[in-house]
């Protein structure tokens, strides 16, 4: 084997002698191809022969990554970017993994100084749009994904991203388009496919269903590409009403996806005990209007939120945020601060604590009041801190959705919703559904002025009567253009986007048209077998 030469005055590879280099190169295909038990024996060497040299630290970040061991990747690139501050490789690399943490102001800054070094680094620019995505700003993401997609015309999730955002913003067509000119290049593009099938203005046919298990039968795809295409076959074929093997399709891709992560039910559930014991009774916060211009709302997914804060931001005073990451990330630095784990510090904390943690949350959420006086965060899983909102943000209010328990778990089931690892059993499913229902109840009962309990079911039967309760609940005048809400033309970041720029439907339930194939989610949820209409 030929050694490589020591590496040249200003290289990366700067006083790494020639088996060192061997290492870096072993290590970084390694990693590239995502193999870490290759990556690992090359790294630990050059650890320990040059454990403060900074590509070394970035490639010791990189195999923490593949494991899941992003602090430890974070502090590793400090370290390398402390020897070499200019490295835009690292740099990216450090924004990558700040995004995984959900620190995306921090991601933000690493990204751009990325940018800012190497211009032409087309993997900073789409980190960077994903960083700025997460936190819904959307405009500063679309004119990164579009430098990522200038810079690599065959970025697919790039390209795939900035599809979502023209079907955000209501332009299915020109969506249509763009995740065809993807798969046209790429056919096995799992997210391309998926977002192709949720269009509600389109519908897969045969040629399309063929054409998708055939890319499914690609060898060597990756279960990021598979999994999503999995939920796009179930979509299809449930538009085209064969249920039996849309459940098929559907369970496939669950499974598939569980094997990468499992849900742990029992400590879920103890979780949210913990935390309505720590609120239960509410911990004393200054009697002010600190929060009141937040309106909080939160839910299960598929169970009407969406729909609910279009209803609020067709109103002249509020700004529609969509689904901010700013409160579990305000939790979170304070759990840092303290050294121990959201709740178990809440009982130490005095009325000017909660009080500054409700300036950070309205300092970091500044954005959204620059146009309005108000403004929604639609974070669903908010739900389970709602006891902290109430002692951080005493002025605001929150409205928790709930949905007829069926309909929203089989929506859920139905639904590639990733990170929410609960969805992929319907045993999980309705465990999940029971915490939310039990924790809805107990903060509705504490915080009756504060907290409404929404039926999705209640506000489609009645709309002008809920519209009204909503709007006095949250302290705002009645305006007809919330009765109009289907003719904003704001932009809408989730599943939903389709539906809220329709009038209100009655016909949305879905799981009575799978007959018993859904027996086994009624058990699960307590509730009895199907019976046939007229049996």
């Known amino acids: 084997m030929n050694r490589p030469s020591p590496a040249p005055a200003g290289s990366r590879l700067q006083g790494l002698p020639p088996a060192a280099i061997d290492d870096v190169i072993a290590a970084a295909q390694a990693i590239d191809r995502g193999h870490a038990d290759v990556a690992d024996p090359h790294v630990r060497r050059l650890l320990g022969s040059h454990p403060e040299h900074a590509e070394v630290q970035r490639l010791a970040a990189g195999l923490h990554m593949l494991r899941g061991e992003h602090a430890r990747a974070i502090a590793a690139l400090r370290r390398g970017l402390s020897k070499r501050p200019d490295d835009a490789l690292a740099c990216n690399t450090l924004g990558a993994a700040l995004i995984e943490t959900g620190d995306y102001d921090e991601a933000i800054l690493a990204l751009r100084r990325a940018c800012e070094?190497?211009?032409?680094?087309?993997?900073?620019?789409?980190?960077?749009?994903?960083?700025?995505?997460?936190?819904?700003?959307?405009?500063?993401?679309?004119?990164?994904?579009?430098?990522?997609?200038?810079?690599?015309?065959?970025?697919?999730?790039?390209?795939?991203?900035?599809?979502?955002?023209?079907?955000?913003?209501?332009?299915?067509?020109?969506?249509?388009?763009?995740?065809?000119?993807?798969l046209s290049r790429n056919a096995h593009a799992g997210m391309a496919w998926l977002g192709l099938a949720d269009m509600k203005t389109l519908h897969l046919g045969v040629d399309d269903i063929a054409r998708l298990r055939a890319a499914m039968q690609q060898p060597g795809l990756r279960d990021a590409d598979l999994i999503p295409m999995g939920f796009a076959l179930g979509k299809a074929l449930d538009d085209n009403g064969q249920f039996t093997d849309a459940l098929a399709a559907f369970a496939a891709a669950h499974a598939r996806a569980s094997r990468h992560r499992t849900w742990d039910a029992a400590a879920h559930a103890a979780m949210v005990e913990a935390v309505m014991a720590a609120f239960t009774p509410a911990p004393g916060a200054e009697a002010d209007a600190q929060g009141s211009e937040a309106i909080f709302i939160a839910s299960l997914p598929r169970s009407g939120s969406t729909l609910i804060e279009q209803i609020l931001a067709a109103h002249s005073q509020v700004e529609g945020a969509g689904e901010l990451p700013d409160l579990p990330l305000v939790l979170t630095e304070e759990s840092r601060r303290r050294g121990r784990a959201f709740p178990q510090w809440v009982a130490e904390m005095k009325p000017g604590d909660w009080r500054r943690l409700g300036h950070r949350y309205l300092e970091r959420t500044r954005h959204w009041r620059t146009r309005k006086p108000r403004f929604t965060d639609k974070l669903p899983y908010n739900w389970l801190y709602v006891g902290a909102i109430r002692a951080m943000l005493p002025g605001s209010r929150i409205i928790l959705a709930s949905r007829d328990p069926l309909e929203t778990c089989w929506s859920c089931y139905r639904q590639h919703l990733a990170g929410n690892h609960y969805t992929h059993t319907f045993t999980d499913l309705a465990r999940f559904l029971r915490d939310f229902t039990r924790a809805a109840e107990r903060w509705g009962q504490l915080h009756p002025a504060h907290v409404r309990l929404q039926s999705y079911e209640r506000l489609v039967a009645e709309p002008h009567a809920q519209i009204g309760e909503l709007l006095a609940f949250c302290e705002l005048p009645f305006e007809s253009a919330c009765l109009d809400f289907h003719a904003s033309t704001r932009d809408v970041h989730t599943p939903s986007a389709a539906q809220v720029r329709q009038p209100l439907r009655a016909d949305t339930a879905r799981a009575a048209r799978y007959g018993s194939r859904l027996d086994a989610l009624r058990a699960a949820l307590g509730l009895p077998a199907f019976a046939a209409k007229g049996s």
């Open 117 to 182: 070094l190497d211009a032409a680094l087309a993997s900073a620019w789409f980190n960077l749009g994903l960083a700025c995505l997460r936190c819904m700003r959307v405009a500063d993401a679309t004119d990164a994904l579009r430098h990522a997609v200038a810079l690599s015309p065959e970025q697919v999730t790039a390209r795939v991203m900035l599809a979502d955002m023209l079907r955000a913003q209501g332009r299915n067509d020109d969506a249509v388009a763009e995740y065809r000119r993807v």
